[in-house]
């Protein structure tokens, strides 16, 4: 199985930054791909970036231009730099790896990001 820790997450004021980090061990030789969600109180679990495999990445709209997914393969580690946050972005941030079909998903215990002014 695969475990997921991610880090990096507290309380930054709109127009902020933050950098969350996300350290992958266990059985991750395969890996389809990674990727950052968020959940925000009362909504669904929401994708925000994507990395592949061979390294496409994927943004959701609203964050586009704002958040960058990097990962560094020798760390094992996949980070998302969050810039220019929104109120909007406040949410628990959850790190994910996805493994090859039938696709089998792991899940980090989330970090808290909050923006408030």
């Known amino acids: 199985q695969v475990q997921l820790v991610e880090s990096g997450g507290g309380l930054v004021q709109p127009g902020g930054s933050l950098r969350l980090s996300c350290a992958a061990s266990?059985?991750?030789?395969?890996?389809?791909?990674m990727g950052w969600y968020r959940q925000a109180p009362g909504k669904q679990r929401e994708l925000v970036a994507s990395?592949?495999?061979?390294?496409?990445?994927n943004y959701v709209d609203s964050v586009k231009g704002r958040f960058t997914i990097s990962r560094d393969d020798a760390k094992n580690m996949v980070y998302l730099q969050m810039s220019s946050l929104k109120l909007e972005d406040t949410a628990v941030y959850y790190c994910?790896?996805?493994?090859?079909?039938?696709?089998?998903?792991?899940w980090g215990q989330g970090t808290q990001v909050t923006v408030s002014s």
């Open positions: 266990g059985s991750i030789f395969r890996i389809y791909g």
């Open positions: 990395i592949t495999g061979g390294g496409n990445t």
């Open positions: 994910s790896v996805r493994r090859p079909p039938p696709f089998d998903d792991y």
